[in-house]
């Protein structure tokens, strides 16, 4: 079936830095691929989408590239801040069957920014 | 985008009690789903449920212990029976939406004592 395999975490990094979070997914159809972003005692928030290979998702300077060929999603941003640190969960829905489709996490990596 | 509120938000619920959580959707929408996220967890899906019809549940999750209701496009609840501290956790609802999209709402936070 279709999975999600994340970073595992938790991942620490001063303010600043580069960050990468590497997502890699199976899938048997054409799915669409999501960050999804829990902030300390929140609930979850869609960062970015991808819906076809080569497509960008793009927000709050974040950004993940859909790879076909290697079936991955990493998410990457140049400089982090402290108010990034939250759980971050990779995801895809699987729109090649029908209206049935649902979405698939990750396990999520939680981000720490040391100030 | 969806916007979606979910009732209540907190709770702290007594052994053997059920606790029914209330989700409402700013516009109709076909599909909506019922998570359950346990403590530093991923999100783990219930159930889809479709207006007018039964819901779907995934492996291990029955209806006895989860009863679901979708009596129009905007409104579901999800019902959590006879809880057990093992059912402490969160419970979102989401819909999708334009763009093949998953929105979720701020989830509601159970503690089972």
């Known amino acids: 079936g279709d999975s999600v395999t994340q970073m595992e975490g938790p991942v620490t990094l001063s303010e600043e830095a580069f960050l990468t979070i590497n997502c890699t997914y199976t899938?048997?159809?054409?799915?669409?691929l999501f960050w999804y972003v829990q902030y300390p005692g929140e609930g979850l928030q869609l960062l970015l989408k991808?819906?076809?290979?080569?497509d960008k998702g793009s927000n709050k300077g974040f950004e993940a590239t859909y790879r076909k060929e290697t079936t991955s999603f990493h998410l990457e941003k140049g400089s982090v801040q402290v108010s990034d640190s939250a759980v971050y969960f990779c995801?895809?829905?699987?729109?090649?069957?029908?209206?049935?489709?649902?979405?698939?996490f990750g396990s999520g990596t939680r981000l720490s920014i040391r100030p | 985008s969806a916007v979606i509120s979910q009732k209540p938000s907190r709770d702290i619920c007594q052994r053997g009690t059920s606790l029914t959580i209330q989700c409402q959707v700013d516009s109709q929408v076909t599909m909506m789903f019922w998570y359950r996220q346990q403590p530093g967890q991923s999100l783990t899906l219930i159930a889809t449920?479709?207006?007018?019809?039964?819901?779907?549940?995934e492996s291990g999750f029955v209806i006895d212990k989860f009863p679901i209701s979708r009596p129009n496009l905007t409104f579901s609840t999800l019902t959590v029976s006879n809880m057990s501290p093992e059912d402490s956790s969160i419970y979102l609802c989401s819909v999708f939406t334009d763009g093949n999209t998953i929105y979720f709402g701020e989830g509601s936070w159970l503690t089972v004592v």
């Open positions: 995801a895809l829905s699987d729109q090649g069957y029908s209206s049935a489709s649902k979405i698939i």
């Open positions: 449920a479709n207006q007018g019809s039964e819901a779907t549940y």
């Open positions: 899938a048997t159809g054409y799915p669409s």
């Open positions: 991808a819906t076809k290979a080569d």
